[in-house]
């Protein structure tokens, strides 16, 4: 299961309507979605082209995705285990990826915010963004995302997955990556399971809390470490999106 942003070719891939995302491989597939109904998926337009990219609702009008995933989202769907079908619609109004987004190849300060039309009905739960930095690196987090089940030639997930991951220290994330990963990331190990193209935007859970958002990796499970965004670094901005709407 894999919901990262890869980049840097050939070290990472990217696969998102022309952006960098990743989806899961390996993991569990989720047949009962009320303990993420959080978690949403992506359409680019009516006629349900599916956004290899999903994103994390933090209150009933707001969604919390990665900066590469932000362009073209017409829509997310709520409580849909399938690609396209099923589920409820609703109307992006804004889209904000942060000012200092970079993009590709660095994917620096990678994060974005989702403003709906209307209030989310379905969904009465929300994951709550962390107070303090991660550095408790004895602890196992979730990944989730409908990326793709394996990589180059595996196929996008019907369903929601989940994955634990475990997170390691920058200076770890640092010697694996080269020195290529940006600031404010959390890196967290796979050990054969971890994001791949199409996981791109989705959350990363520790403590029941959303601490990261997938942003890239090195396809797909294979023991170098994934990056996520860390969602404390931008608490403030956040906090300044969403309080203008």
Same mark, same amino acid.
């Given at each position: 299961?894999?919901? +990262? ?5 050939? +070290? ?6 022309? $952006?960098?995302?990743?989806?899961? /491989? ?31 609702? +933090?209150?009933?009008? $707001?969604?919390?995705?990665?900066? $590469? ?6 829509? +997310? ?35 974005? /915010? ?8 379905? /969904? ?6 962390? #107070? ?5 690196? @004895? ?9 793709? !089940?394996?990589?180059?030639?595996? #196929? ?17 994330? @640092?010697? @694996? ?12 190990? !796979? ?17 029941? %809390? ?11 499970? !294979? ?12 608490? @403030? ?6 309080? %203008?709407?």
């Amino acid at each position: 299961m894999k919901a +990262i942003v890869w980049f840097l070719a050939p +070290i990472f891939f990217a696969t998102c309507n022309g $952006h960098g995302s990743v989806r899961i /491989v390996g993991g569990e597939e989720l047949e009962d979605l009320s303990d993420y109904m959080f978690v949403v998926s992506f359409l680019s337009s009516e006629n349900g082209n599916y956004s290899l990219c999903g994103g994390t609702l +933090i209150d009933p009008r $707001h969604v919390i995705t990665a900066g $590469h995933c932000s362009p073209g989202v017409s829509y +997310i769907v709520v409580g849909s285990n399938n690609v396209i079908y099923g589920g409820s619609r609703y109307n992006v109004e804004k889209s904000v990826p942060h000012p200092d987004f970079s993009g590709s190849p660095s994917y620096r300060n990678d994060i974005a /915010v989702l403003t709906l039309t209307e209030d989310v009905t379905e /969904v009465t739960e929300f994951p709550k963004r962390p #107070t303090s930095e991660l550095n408790d690196f @004895d602890i196992s987090c979730t990944v989730l995302g409908k990326g793709l !089940t394996s990589y180059p030639n595996g #196929t996008v997930s019907q369903k929601l997955k989940k994955t634990n991951v475990k997170p390691i220290s920058k200076i770890q994330c @640092d010697y @694996d990556w080269r020195k290529l990963v940006p600031r404010k990331t959390i890196c967290a190990t !796979t050990d054969g399971t971890g994001t791949c193209p199409g996981d791109s935007g989705g959350p990363l859970l520790c403590n029941d %809390e959303l601490t990261g958002v997938v942003s890239f990796g090195y396809p797909c499970g !294979t023991g170098v470490p994934d990056v996520y965004t860390d969602v404390y670094d931008f608490n @403030d901005w956040i906090d300044s999106e969403i309080g %203008e709407n």
